[in-house]
């Protein structure tokens, strides 16, 4: 890695539509000021994404996203080869395949690396790549270049960028990578700061309605057995409809039965049904 730059680093304060915790707003400073990539964990729907794009924007960067899927490649984040198109240009005699570099996509780290000004770059999700994965990339973000063999030209970052990479905790990380990151786990938000998330998104709610809200929200998240918790931006999506479809504080929790539109909370039949034999049991008690 190259040594850490003199230069004062800019600072991440929180944005008006993300609130951050003090330890999250000092997770990504620190990786500003080390200049190591920022490995963010967390449950689903807790922002980790949406942490990047502000990040980004508070600090007037331009936003990179590489989307990680089961079948991607770490050489594709750099670049890619495409044999095929030339192939097919030369069968019909197209004067550009003369030039291999007409063939060369670049990857989001490519443009990362040589983009005129510093970036953010969003790894999202890199527990859905191979275990190797991690492994493959550690060279390139060490020393922040790399080497194109079809060209034989070697491509370095003008700017170091600041990589924010996702994880949902599917699998382990090798140790090798997790040396290289600063890391910070996002904890399930508590109640304030739950409030306080619902305060930007919606504010001038009606008190009743989000009281029953996040009453009727925690004691889900808290029936033990559930496949799946309802996350933090499944809160917001049902809160949104509670509000759009007008319903009073009194019926938001449904009483004995599912909570009021719990489709947007509930995801699977399993969990449905564990609610719908809790209500009776409950009902048959009375």
């Known amino acids: 890695m190259s040594p850490v730059s ?4 800019p600072r991440f304060e929180g944005t008006e539509r993300y609130v951050a915790t003090p330890e ?36 007037g960067r331009p936003l990179l996203q590489w989307h990680i899927k089961s079948t991607t490649k770490a050489h ?25 570099r007409n063939y060369i996509v670049r990857g989001v780290l490519w443009e990362a690396f040589e983009s005129e000004q510093p970036v953010v770059v969003l790894i999202d999700e890199i527990d859905k790549a191979d275990i ?10 060490d020393r922040m270049e790399f080497h ?9 970052a003008r700017h170091r960028p600041l ?18 990151c600063f890391f ?44 799946k918790k309802p996350s933090t931006s499944e809160f917001l999506d049902w809160l949104q409809l509670l509000v759009s479809e007008g319903v009073p504080a009194e019926r938001v929790g449904g009483g004995d039965d599912l909570p009021t539109l719990a489709g947007a909370l509930l995801k699977n039949e399993q969990d449905l049904s564990l609610i719908e034999r809790l209500s009776a049991m409950n009902r048959a008690r009375r």
Request: proline share 5%; glycine share 6%; aromatic share 6%.
């Open 76 to 100: 594709q984040g750099l670049y890619e080869y495409d044999a095929v198109s030339r192939l097919r240009d030369s069968q019909l005699g197209d004067e550009k395949v003369r030039d291999i």
């Open 148 to 156: 194109v063999y079809e060209t034989q030209q070697t491509v370095k």
């Open 132 to 141: 190797e994965f991690p492994n493959d990339l550690l060279r390139e973000l």
């Open 163 to 180: 990589i924010i990479i996702t994880s949902n905790n599917e699998k382990d990380l090798p140790d090798a990578f997790l040396r290289r």
């Open 184 to 227: 910070h786990y996002i904890s399930f938000p508590d109640r304030d700061t739950l409030q306080a998330i619902v305060d930007v998104h919606f504010p001038g709610i009606r008190e009743g309605v989000l009281r029953a809200a996040l009453d009727t929200f925690f004691t889900l998240r808290d029936i033990p057995g559930l496949k």
């Open 24 to 59: 999250l707003k000092m997770a990504v400073n620190a990786a500003l000021a080390l200049q190591r990539p920022l490995l963010i964990k967390g449950e689903p729907g807790t922002g980790k994404t949406m942490l990047a794009e502000e990040v980004a924007a508070a600090l």
């Open 6 to 9: 003199a230069t004062p680093q």
